[in-house]
């Protein structure tokens, strides 16, 4: 079950539910992913509303391996994700939500 106080989310993926959390490694992994520079790159790029399949990807993979989950982003993008398209973007934007704040 997810720590909210610890940024943590609990996500249904692959049809079981699973923990995802953006740890400081998580972050490191999706700067240098996503070429974003820092921290503050990458909160401007998530609060812009633009965000990509790959970003979303991204964004899920990091954090499921920060929530302690052994998968590959190729592995995730294979899974389910319960409400499709829609459904990964509302994990997503909740986990950043989660990570950063009210303004992401």
Same mark, same amino acid.
């Given at each position: 079950?997810?720590?909210?106080?610890?940024?943590?989310?609990?996500?249904?993926?692959?049809?079981?539910?699973?923990?995802?959390?953006?740890?400081?490694?998580?972050?490191?992994? !999706?700067?240098?992913?996503?070429?974003? +520079?820092? *921290?503050? =790159?990458? #909160? @401007?790029?998530? %609060?812009?509303?633009?965000?990509?399949?790959?970003?979303?990807?991204?964004?899920?993979?990091?954090?499921?391996?920060?929530?302690?989950?052994?998968?590959?982003?190729?592995? !995730?993008?294979?899974?389910?994700?319960? +409400?499709? *398209?829609? =459904?990964? #973007? @509302?994990?997503? %934007?909740?986990?950043?939500?989660?990570?950063?704040?009210?303004?992401?």
């Amino acid at each position: 079950m997810a720590i909210t106080q610890r940024g943590e989310i609990d996500a249904v993926i692959g049809g079981e539910t699973v923990t995802l959390c953006l740890t400081l490694g998580a972050l490191a992994e !999706l700067e240098s992913r996503l070429q974003a +520079g820092d *921290l503050v =790159g990458l #909160a @401007e790029r998530f %609060a812009s509303g633009r965000v990509s399949a790959r970003d979303l990807t991204a964004i899920l993979g990091a954090g499921l391996r920060g929530g302690g989950n052994a998968m590959t982003d190729d592995d !995730l993008a294979r899974l389910a994700i319960e +409400g499709g *398209l829609k =459904g990964a #973007a @509302e994990i997503a %934007a909740r986990l950043l939500k989660a990570t950063f704040g009210e303004a992401a």
